[in-house]
């Protein structure tokens, strides 16, 4: 029978323990290129509250808040798929992660309309648009806005190519009960993308 | 409760604490209102942490990496956070430089 490890691991234990360390070393990367991001919001916002209050007041505050519970039900829906992998129900994780994946376009999607609305009304970064000969006090917050939340879309875009990826070799029995380290790996990630909105959703749309 | 349920109740507490977020943005809380915000929000990361992410039940090597990574975070945020906020306010320009601005 072929061995479910690398040659280079004693056991699938082992291997299964790096990978997991390994992600979660990424994860920290992930973290703090964020921090810097977090800490230009802060700083910025500490410096020009005026500015950032006129800007918050006109942000998509609804849109922004729906995506906020399609990201948590994404997540709670691929916590399900890694439960349903380790009791041995393959298809129904496949279908969960699919779902997974599924709500992560519903978020890119509410994202595209927020973003062509706000484009619409001629807010675009750096204080460009109509908008701002109005608003004079608020490119700073839009600047920002754009630059975390495309940052974060991206990060949702990757995070749904790994899940489609990862349906995939399940459904092809490529991930297997005894292997469902893996899609952990992959959940681990959007579990990070769902812990970085639960932050910027706040502090960009809320308070 | 099985595994399964319990995952679906900590989905539903999540999604209660994001309304109560939503609700209170609507209430004038004043200052209190980030503070707030941020305590809600590190309530809901914790249960993804914790629950989703499985942190607690990880060796100790991933919790310290975890642990670094929050620690590093809040120490640039406190710092860059304090710099900015105990500036004191920039001198004037002296008046033989000025046409140079």
């Known amino acids: ?207 | 409760m099985t595994p399964s349920r319990k995952i679906v109740a900590i989905g539903i507490a999540l999604v209660a604490l994001a309304a109560l977020s939503f609700t209170l943005s609507h209430v004038s809380l004043g200052v209190a209102a980030l503070p707030v915000a941020i305590l809600i929000a590190v309530g809901k990361a914790g249960l993804v942490v914790h629950f989703f992410m499985e942190l607690s039940d990880a060796r100790a090597s991933a919790i310290l990496a975890f642990i670094s990574g929050i620690l590093l975070l809040a120490i640039l945020l406190v710092l860059a956070v304090a710099d900015v906020e105990t500036r004191a306010a920039p001198p004037l320009l002296p008046a033989n430089h000025a046409h140079l601005s």
């Open chain 1, 1 to 207: 029978m072929r061995e479910l490890h690398a040659d280079h691991f004693e056991s699938l234990e082992v291997q299964a323990h790096a990978a997991r360390l390994g992600t979660w070393i990424f994860l920290c990367s992930e973290l703090l290129l964020f921090a810097g991001l977090f800490t230009l919001l802060a700083a910025s916002r500490a410096h020009d509250p005026r500015g950032f209050h006129e800007g918050m007041t006109h942000a998509a505050r609804t849109l922004g808040s729906i995506n906020t519970g399609v990201l948590l039900v994404s997540s709670t829906t691929a916590a399900l798929g890694v439960q349903a992998m380790r009791e041995n129900r393959p298809s129904r994780a496949f279908w969960l992660v699919l779902t997974t994946a599924t709500l992560g376009l519903v978020f890119l999607a509410i994202k595209i309309a927020e973003y062509a609305e706000h484009i619409d009304e001629g807010i675009l970064p750096g204080g460009h648009g109509a908008w701002f000969a109005s608003h004079a006090d608020a490119p700073l917050y839009w600047t920002l806005y754009y630059l975390m939340t495309g940052i974060h879309a991206i990060h949702v875009f990757v995070g749904m190519g790994l899940l489609v990826w990862t349906a995939v070799r399940v459904r092809a029995r490529l991930i297997v009960h005894e292997t469902s380290y893996k899609l952990d790996l992959v959940v681990l990630y959007w579990h990070l993308v769902d812990l970085i909105w639960i932050f910027l959703w706040p502090l960009l749309y809320l308070a």
